[in-house]
């Protein structure tokens, strides 16, 4: 039940509840900012339930158990199954609701499209994306599953050179190889796949990998592998830290190769789609000279590869939204430090949404960041210092360098009034009771698959 308040305090809107969203919560409610949490999905838990692939089962139970730590607090109230553009406007939120600030951490859900001409009709028909597919991995194997299902073939390609690519070609070949020992009577499971790598798997049971016939997945990448983005150097890297980074890409990407089997080429570029009637059956590449981040298709070269199976992973980046003005594949924000969104007073941005990265680490620092930039600057209840710098400990050097461009945003706001705040909390109220969500705890329980993996 929510209480009144009887005081003038900040109301504050969180569009989402994972990590970015989890984090700026729990920095303005210890701060006396009532939080409201609107989360589109039933659990609160973003790509780290549906985009962190389920073999990761520590750090899933760990980050769910931060995530909840924040969330079921003092000053925080949630409300699942409200997804902004559809079950909440945004323009009724920003202009109607009366909230003192709203913040946008809702994350980067839609894939980038592959830039292939034409591409995206053959969705379903022999292309997947990384989000879908990873969701469908995640979830398969409960009983109440209610996405798209999918059979991975042998001979899949993936399209990407990220970590999150790198989990793809992980989960083809655990599934591809899960199955294949199970024609031979030989039960295993993912997490043992996963953990101690399919050479190892087969060895244990006297099999050659080989022998099973299996035609791998194999990974295409535009740049080199010392180019992947599956490690970052530190910001204005010496030429001696660079290589050190470089090394450290070309080591994970060779342990990946060799502990599952995947097949990689580097400086491929996909340039045109293969098809059969309505299917896409393969890709046409064009290798690439690399010059800095750039990779320049090299005429002549181009080849066909055929694929029962091509999964895309490129990047994410935020899902359009209705009433939400968008520059390019992210929204339009005037200031990319602070997240402050251009077309609207009091809306900011924060972690992936902004950041554009699926990485959990700079979520946190990012939404954290912009979380105390409001309490301590944009609506006033700091210690009346005007000095942020504290906000930045630990964050990207990137960061530090703007303090200026984030200071000369800086603005100051009054608390709301009582009653306007206990208007808010009366319609957040009867969002709830249509849901029949008492309460955080509760609610989790309540909506967590009995055999969830």
Same mark, same amino acid.
Request: charged share 25%; glycine share 8%; net charge negative.
């Given at each position: 039940?929510?209480?009144?308040?009887?005081?003038?305090?900040?109301?504050?809107?969180?569009?989402?509840?994972?990590?970015?969203?989890? #984090?700026?919560?729990?920095?303005?409610?210890?701060?006396?900012?009532?939080?409201?949490?609107?989360?589109?999905?039933?659990?609160?838990?973003?790509?780290?339930?549906?985009?962190?692939?389920?073999?990761?089962?520590?750090?899933?139970?760990?980050?769910?158990? #931060?995530?909840?730590?924040?969330?079921?607090?003092?000053?925080?109230?949630?409300?699942?199954?409200?997804?902004?553009?559809?079950?909440?406007?945004?323009?009724?939120?920003?202009?109607?609701?009366?909230?003192?600030?709203?913040?946008?951490?809702?994350?980067?859900?839609?894939?980038?499209?592959?830039?292939?001409?034409?591409?995206?009709?053959?969705?379903?028909?022999?292309?997947?994306?990384?989000?879908?597919?990873?969701?469908?991995?995640?979830?398969?194997?409960?009983?109440?599953?209610?996405?798209?299902?999918?059979?991975?073939?042998?001979?899949?390609?993936?399209?990407?050179?990220?970590?999150?690519?790198?989990?793809?070609?992980?989960?083809?070949?655990?599934?591809?190889?899960?199955?294949?020992? $199970?024609?031979?009577?030989?039960?295993?499971?993912?997490?043992?796949?996963?953990?101690?790598?399919?050479?190892?798997?087969?060895?244990?049971?006297?099999?050659?990998?080989?022998?099973?016939?299996?035609?791998?997945?194999?990974?295409?990448?535009?740049?080199?592998?010392?180019?992947?983005?599956?490690?970052?150097?530190?910001?204005?890297?010496?030429?001696?830290?660079?290589? =050190?980074?470089?090394?450290?890409?070309?080591?994970?990407?060779? =342990?990946?190769?060799?502990?599952?089997?995947?097949?990689?080429?580097?400086?491929?570029?996909?340039?045109?789609?293969?098809?059969?009637?309505?299917?896409?059956?393969?890709?046409?590449?064009?290798?690439?000279?690399?010059?800095?981040?750039?990779?320049?298709?090299?005429?002549?070269?181009?080849? *066909?590869?055929?694929?029962?199976?091509?999964?895309?992973?490129?990047?994410?980046?935020?899902?359009?939204?209705?009433?939400?003005?968008?520059?390019?594949?992210?929204?339009?924000?005037?200031?990319? *430090?602070?997240?402050?969104?251009?077309?609207?007073?009091?809306?900011?941005?924060?972690?992936?949404?902004?950041?554009?990265?699926?990485?959990?680490?700079?979520?946190?620092?990012?939404?954290?960041?912009?979380?105390?930039?409001?309490?301590?600057?944009?609506?006033?209840?700091?210690?009346?210092?005007? *000095?942020?710098?504290?906000?930045?400990?630990?964050?990207?050097?990137?960061? $530090?360098?703007?303090?200026?461009?984030?200071?000369?945003?800086?603005?100051?706001?009054?608390?709301?009034?009582?009653?306007?705040?206990?208007?808010?909390?009366?319609?957040?109220?009867?969002?709830?009771?249509?849901?029949?969500?008492?309460?955080?705890?509760?609610?989790?329980?309540?909506?967590?698959?009995? *055999?969830?993996?």
């Amino acid at each position: 039940m929510i209480e009144n308040i009887s005081e003038p305090k900040h109301c504050v809107a969180i569009i989402g509840g994972a990590v970015a969203g989890s #984090t700026a919560a729990e920095v303005l409610a210890d701060a006396g900012v009532v939080c409201v949490v609107f989360e589109q999905n039933d659990r609160p838990y973003g790509k780290i339930e549906d985009g962190l692939p389920r073999w990761h089962v520590k750090q899933r139970k760990m980050e769910y158990e #931060t995530i909840d730590g924040r969330l079921d607090r003092p000053n925080v109230i949630f409300a699942p199954r409200t997804r902004l553009g559809q079950d909440l406007d945004f323009h009724d939120l920003v202009q109607n609701w009366g909230f003192s600030a709203i913040l946008l951490a809702n994350g980067a859900w839609k894939d980038r499209p592959l830039p292939v001409d034409g591409i995206d009709q053959y969705v379903d028909k022999g292309l997947i994306y990384q989000n879908p597919f990873i969701y469908w991995f995640n979830h398969k194997n409960e009983k109440a599953y209610p996405g798209p299902r999918y059979v991975i073939p042998e001979g899949t390609i993936v399209i990407g050179g990220g970590l999150a690519s790198i989990d793809v070609v992980k989960a083809v070949q655990v599934d591809l190889y899960e199955a294949a020992l $199970r024609s031979r009577g030989i039960e295993t499971t993912m997490l043992e796949l996963e953990h101690k790598g399919i050479p190892a798997i087969c060895a244990a049971h006297g099999v050659d990998p080989a022998a099973l016939g299996v035609k791998d997945c194999v990974l295409y990448y535009r740049r080199r592998a010392v180019d992947m983005p599956v490690a970052q150097p530190p910001d204005n890297a010496t030429p001696e830290q660079m290589a =050190k980074t470089q090394a450290v890409r070309q080591k994970l990407l060779s =342990k990946v190769l060799e502990k599952f089997r995947v097949r990689f080429f580097e400086c491929h570029l996909p340039t045109a789609a293969i098809t059969e009637g309505d299917r896409l059956v393969g890709l046409r590449f064009v290798q690439t000279r690399v010059e800095g981040r750039n990779a320049h298709p090299i005429p002549g070269t181009e080849t *066909d590869v055929l694929s029962p199976l091509v999964i895309s992973s490129i990047g994410s980046v935020p899902e359009p939204i209705a009433g939400v003005e968008m520059k390019g594949d992210f929204y339009r924000f005037k200031d990319w *430090d602070t997240g402050e969104y251009a077309p609207a007073e009091r809306v900011f941005g924060v972690g992936n949404v902004v950041t554009g990265q699926g990485n959990i680490a700079v979520s946190r620092k990012h939404a954290a960041f912009v979380a105390r930039h409001l309490v301590e600057n944009y609506l006033g209840i700091g210690d009346g210092e005007r *000095d942020i710098s504290p906000a930045y400990r630990g964050a990207e050097d990137r960061v $530090r360098q703007q303090l200026e461009k984030v200071e000369a945003s800086l603005q100051r706001h009054a608390p709301l009034a009582p009653e306007q705040v206990n208007t808010i909390l009366e319609r957040v109220g009867s969002r709830l009771h249509q849901l029949g969500c008492a309460g955080y705890r509760e609610w989790i329980d309540k909506v967590t698959p009995p *055999d969830l993996e």
